[in-house]
């Protein structure tokens, strides 16, 4: 176990910087911008009232207002520029979401305090940091949640999560984040007199993931959670989910534009060529920020402009962070007859996949597949380590006997 622990200074190191940079570039120059400002201008504009708690709980009001000016400057006319990209953001970040919500109920999380590390405390609590995220930016917040992630021991004996808890975290997903999502964004909806169910997401997927438990567990002949073994296909589903809502938000909002938007810049005359190079300024266009790194001028931000920006570094910097956890698990997992050489080779590539996956599938639908990956990698040394405990002459009762190592070792 201790071999896949990296370096607590290296890990704190690398989350931090993604964090700090998130602060930055979402926050801070979100600030300096004046952004929040065209935010207001335009919630005051709606019929969306500015207090959701009829000014009986102003201190509440004071932190939920801006977020909720910022979803009303998102999504409040879908015939603005910043529309597809906050659109295609919903479907991506959900596949990014379902990585600190799915890992807090992997088995060893829950337990006594005293056998957990500081670390795996503060991860089983994803209502928490689903919260901070949302309210504050995932570019700043969640690296720092996988700063603690590649601390956390559950991480690294990679355990399974019981069948139940599997089936609640689906549950939670869809009740709580899908189903409100594909509701706010109905084509042809009016423009919002009220804030969107989906900006409390968090939430209602905690709860509806804690209902579903509770119901399932109460009404189960069996009365008790079954083997982790059994919970790798609701995993597999949750992963699945995310994949088809990336990918199809992608194909309609970016590949599809994309390919019509052909630039007649393209160096030759040939269709396909053109096609290709007009879809590549769009893919750029899309993804990266108009400003570059500087900080946008005041007189120049809008409340569109303004929306983009922070989606455009919220999708930079959590899957570059995320990414660089994912693989780094994944590296350390691999047989350690591996040279350094062999080890950096896969990684360069794994790394080069997403990238061209993310422009392809979208980033969402390219993370949801490094997480059915790696989820399978898991499963797979779970049932080695099973396999590696029984007799000889035991026959495995999860793959072919020929696939067992104990098998194969008395062959």
Request: glycine share 6%; charged share 15%.
């Amino acid at each position: 176990m201790f071999r896949l622990l990296p370096s607590k200074w290296l890990t704190t190191a690398i989350f931090t910087f993604y964090s700090l940079c998130g602060f930055y570039f979402i926050v801070v120059q979100m600030q300096l911008s004046h952004a929040p400002d065209r935010f207001l201008e335009v919630h005051r504009a709606s019929n969306v009232p500015l207090s959701l708690t009829n000014h009986t709980l102003p201190l509440l009001d004071k932190i939920l207002t801006p977020l909720i000016s910022f979803f009303v400057a998102a999504f409040g006319d879908t015939s603005s520029t910043a529309y597809p990209t906050v659109t295609h953001f919903v479907w991506s970040f959900g596949c990014a979401i379902q990585v600190p919500f799915l890992e807090a109920h992997r088995i060893g999380v829950d337990g006594s305090h005293h056998k957990r590390s500081r670390a795996v405390m503060l991860l089983a609590h994803p209502m928490i940091w689903g919260i901070l995220y949302q309210r504050l930016s995932g570019g700043w917040i969640i690296p720092l949640w996988l700063a603690l992630f590649m601390q956390s021991e559950v991480r690294a004996v990679g355990n399974g999560i019981e069948q139940f808890k599997a089936e609640s975290a689906l549950a939670g997903w869809w009740i709580g984040h899908t189903i409100p999502a594909l509701v706010m964004l109905i084509p042809g909806l009016p423009a919002l007199h009220k804030a969107p169910l989906w900006v409390g997401f968090p939430i209602l997927m905690s709860v509806a993931q804690q209902s579903y438990f509770y119901i399932r567990k109460r009404f189960s002949r069996a009365r008790t959670t079954s083997g982790s073994h059994l919970g790798s296909i609701p995993v597999q589903l949750l992963y699945l989910s995310g994949f088809i809502g990336a990918f199809i938000a992608h194909v309609h909002l970016v590949l599809i534009p994309g390919l019509r938007a052909a630039s007649y810049a393209a160096p030759t005359n040939v269709v396909f060529i053109d096609k290709l190079f007009g879809l590549g300024q769009f893919l750029y266009k899309f993804f990266v920020p108009a400003t570059g790194l500087r900080i946008p001028s005041p007189a120049e931000t809008t409340a569109e402009s303004g929306v983009v920006h922070f989606v455009q570094f919220d999708v930079i910097i959590v899957f570059s962070a995320l990414w660089t956890a994912l693989i780094w698990d994944l590296a350390m997992r691999r047989n350690p007859l591996h040279t350094p050489f062999d080890t950096c080779r896969w990684v360069i590539r794994m790394a080069a996949g997403l990238f061209a996956g993310s422009l392809l599938l979208s980033p969402g639908a390219a993370t949801s597949l490094l997480l059915l990956y790696r989820e399978a990698k898991l499963d797979s040394s779970r049932h080695d380590a099973d396999c590696a405990g029984m007799s000889t002459n035991e026959r495995c009762p999860l793959l072919h006997r020929y696939h067992c190592p104990k098998r194969i070792n008395t062959l």
